[in-house]
Every structure is written in C-alpha cells, then in structure tokens.
C-alpha cells in the first residue's frame, strides 16, 4: 500500500490544537475583592461623608484653599485666582465622581437590607395571619361546644326547679297526710 492512503484515525494526532485553550485570567479577573469588605467600607466612607463634621471640614479646607491662594504672595500660591482655581475645581470634581457611585453603593446595599427585612416581615405577618386564623377557628369550636355543655347557670336554674318540685311534693304530701289524720301532732311528730 502506498503510504499516502493512511487510516483517517491515525492521521490525527492529538496536539495543542485539538482543545481549547483554558481561558487565562488577566489582571481584573485575578483582581477580585470580597464585596461585603469593599461595601462595609464604602458605607462607611458614605455615611462619613453624609455627616456635618465633613461638611465643617470640607469647607474649612475650601476656605484655607481659597484664602491660601488669593492672600498669599504670587510665588507661593500653587492654584492663583487668575486661574479661577483650577486645581480646586479638578479636585472637588474628583471627590463629587468618587462620592457619587460610593453613596450609589451604599444606597443598593441598604436596599438589599431592606428587602431581606420587608420579605422577614412578610413571612412573620403570614404566620401571624395563619395563628390568628387558627385560634379563630378553635375559639368557634370551643363555642359551639360549650353550647351543648351545661353552664353553671344553667345546672343552678335546673337545681332550683328540681327544689321547688321537691318542697311542692312535701307540701303535698303533708297536705295528704293532714288530711288523711285529724289529730294534730307534736314538734316531734308524735300524735298527741
């Protein structure tokens, strides 16, 4: 046989090109930090920024910044009032674009709590709208059975009755028996 009729199997030789190739992880990929750490921070640098103290410090900066600048002799002012502040301007702008998607942060961070929070309070509400039902329904049961039971009222009244009967029957029956024997009898009921 010639040997360039080979079998199609042999002619494949497993090599480099018969997988692909494991994606390699860049940088940014390799770069990843634990988000419930970077939020804590960020929260914590948005509520910072949030409060009146870095509002005071903020603008006792701007102030120093300003009055540094336009007082100052011209060699050593670094962003003169001829300039209109640049520096300050690019450095307040700076702060306001990293202030921005940290409040943004914090904001979806505190969204996802209340979520959490709103879907407890849902669960707990169902729960207490299912043991309400519950005890709804035990207390109509133990209505109609104490329906059926005899209340302390009830057995007094029946007790009464069944009293009077009995003195109504004393009195008949010592009705009967005066009549029955003229001789008026003793307190110890022996006839005289």
């Known amino acids: 046989m010639s040997s360039s009729r080979q079998n199609p199997s042999s ?18 990929t390799r770069f990843r930090p ?3 750490a970077f939020g804590q921070s960020t929260e914590s640098i948005a509520r910072w920024m949030g409060t009146p103290q870095f509002l ?21 002012q670094f962003d003169p009032r001829s300039l209109n502040f640049t520096l300050l301007t690019l450095m307040l702008s700076l702060q306001a674009s990293y202030a921005a998607p940290l409040l943004l942060l914090a904001q979806n961070r505190q969204d996802d709590r209340d979520r959490v929070v709103a879907e407890e309070d849902r669960k707990r509400g169902q729960q207490n ?16 059975a104490m329906r059926e039971v005899a209340t302390r009222d009830y057995v007094r009244s029946e007790l009464r009755g069944l009293l009077e009967e009995i003195i109504q029957d004393q009195d008949e029956r010592a009705a009967q028996r005066g009549a ?13």
């Open 11 to 28: 002619q494949y030789s497993p090599g480099p090109l018969d997988q692909p190739r494991e994606k390699r992880q860049g940088f940014l």
């Open 34 to 36: 634990n988000p419930d």
């Open 56 to 76: 005071l410090w903020m603008t006792v900066f701007v102030a120093i910044w300003l009055g540094w600048n336009t007082m100052a002799p011209e060699e050593i």
């Open 129 to 144: 709208l299912a043991d309400t039902e519950y005890l709804t329904r035990e207390i109509a049961s133990l209505r109609i």
């Open 180 to 192: 029955e024997d003229p001789q008026p009898r003793n307190t110890d009921g022996t006839r005289q």
